[in-house]
């Protein structure tokens, strides 16, 4: 099978695929559409980052051919994702594999506003030795409280009592505590509680505002503030305002509701001109350690997903978790309509295949079944391929 990657992806990710035996090629830059459908000539897996963009028409022209995409990045907007799923194209990507990233930028940031870093290196820079420990604190014995304990709230978690803070959480989904951290019940229980407030939820539309000028009164005098999750969850104008007045002693802000779309664009936001606030660009996730593992994590994927037919984790098909093979492995991908699965084993046994495993999995109009069988021959690849609701049937 032969791999395309573009756009520089990280070589961990060529070594993975080579290691499992696939031809790799590779370009450094983004294809255009045209570029892309040439390019894609005998490709079985295609990986791209931001850049390229996987349209409808690449899809109508390569879908029969391509087996799986991944977006080794987090996002997935470049990629036309219903149509890939029509044309039986797995898509994945890695939202997970820059967690440690994030977390470590926040503890950093914990620090670094504790102690008023921003302003002492700015005022450095200018000349200005200013030695005072007022405003400075050590983060032993404070207390965090973190807004969303998923991936990266739970690790924060962990990290802040290795550190010696005491940690709140509040999460709207039923999680348990890691180590020595305490649940709140509401979101108003954890802002009223604790001196520093960061916030981890996901993009999801409800979350769109959801720390604004109400919830910045609630929190206590001179708390500290991080946002290093969606730029669009907190209202900025009310955080402006309520670290001029003083309410907070300062912000760690990664996200914005609007971000510069290159370097050629200039920054602009009221937080520019306030003290002891750090801003950085949107860099929570990016370290080469978070690049080293989006490569092996969705070259992983795609292999698993050529070899075993796991969708796990897959962003547009159905999911079903690797497996190891207990025979002959059928996978198919259908329109999700009543009937098909009777009639696939009907098929199957009219084959004399026994089965040994199965699974299935809908989404929405999809439905992707996985059999093993005893003992299979071309034959039932060409019929199953034939069944009336087929998108796609593979024999592995
Ligand atoms: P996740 O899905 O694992 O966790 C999100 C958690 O937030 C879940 O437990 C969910 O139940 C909870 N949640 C959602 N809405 C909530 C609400 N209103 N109140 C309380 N809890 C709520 O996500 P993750 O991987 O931990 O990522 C967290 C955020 O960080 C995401 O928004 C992600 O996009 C962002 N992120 C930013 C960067 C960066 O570079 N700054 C990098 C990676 C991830």
Redesign the pocket.
């Known amino acids: 099978m032969k791999a395309l990657l573009l756009e520089n992806i990280h070589d961990e990710a060529v070594r993975t695929l080579r290691a499992a035996g696939y031809e790799v090629e590779r370009h450094s830059g983004a294809l255009s559409e045209a570029d892309l459908i040439d390019a894609l000539d005998g490709v079985d897996l295609l990986g791209v980052r931001s850049r390229t963009v996987v349209t409808p028409n690449v899809v109508a022209a390569r879908g029969q051919s391509l087996l799986a995409v991944g977006a080794f990045c987090?996002g997935t907007n470049q990629l036309a994702l219903s149509d890939l799923a029509s044309a039986g194209v797995a898509a994945f990507n890695a939202?997970?594999s820059?967690?440690r990233s994030?977390v470590e930028l926040v503890m950093g940031e914990i620090i670094a506003l504790a102690r008023r870093l921003g302003d002492r290196n700015t005022q450095m820079h200018h000349g200005v030795w200013r030695k005072s420990a007022i405003g400075s604190h050590e983060i032993r014995g404070r207390s965090l409280g973190i807004?969303?304990?998923?991936?990266?709230?739970s690790q924060l978690s962990v990290l802040a009592e290795a550190m010696g803070m005491r940690v709140w959480y509040?999460?709207?989904?039923d999680?348990l505590p890691l180590g020595n951290a305490r649940r709140c019940d509401s979101?108003e229980e954890l802002l009223q509680t604790v001196e520093t407030v960061s916030v981890?939820?996901?993009?999801?539309p409800?979350?769109t505002g959801?720390i604004g000028a109400h919830e910045f009164s609630l929190m206590r005098p001179r708390a500290l503030f991080l946002n290093?999750?969606?730029g669009q969850v907190v209202d900025v104008a009310a955080l402006a305002d309520n670290l001029r007045t003083g309410h907070l002693a300062g912000a760690g802000i990664?996200?914005f509701p609007t971000e510069p779309r290159s370097g050629e664009e200039p920054f602009l936001s009221e937080l520019r001109e306030l003290d002891n606030v750090i801003l950085t660009p949107?860099?929570?996730?990016?370290t080469q350690e978070a690049q080293i593992d989006i490569g092996r994590y969705v070259a992983g994927k795609l292999i698993d997903y050529a070899e075993n037919a796991s969708t796990g984790m897959s962003v547009n098909l159905p999911e079903i978790a690797s497996v190891p093979t207990t025979g002959a492995r059928i996978s198919h991908l259908h329109h999700n309509v009543p009937g098909i699965m009777a009639n696939l084993n009907r098929l199957v046994a009219d084959h004399g295949g026994n089965v040994t495993y199965q699974a299935l999995a809908t989404r929405g109009e999809l439905g992707y079944a996985v059999l093993d069988i005893g003992d299979t021959d071309r034959e039932l690849l060409r019929d199953v391929s034939g069944l009336e609701g087929t998108i796609r049937a593979r024999v592995l």
Not at 147 to 153: A, D, E, H, L
Not at 170 to 173: G, T
């Open positions: 987090i939202p997970y820059n967690t994030v807004i969303g304990y998923g991936n990266i709230g509040y999460d709207i989904a999680k979101l981890h939820v996901d993009g999801r409800e979350n959801m290093l999750s969606r990664d996200v949107h860099v929570g996730g990016s």
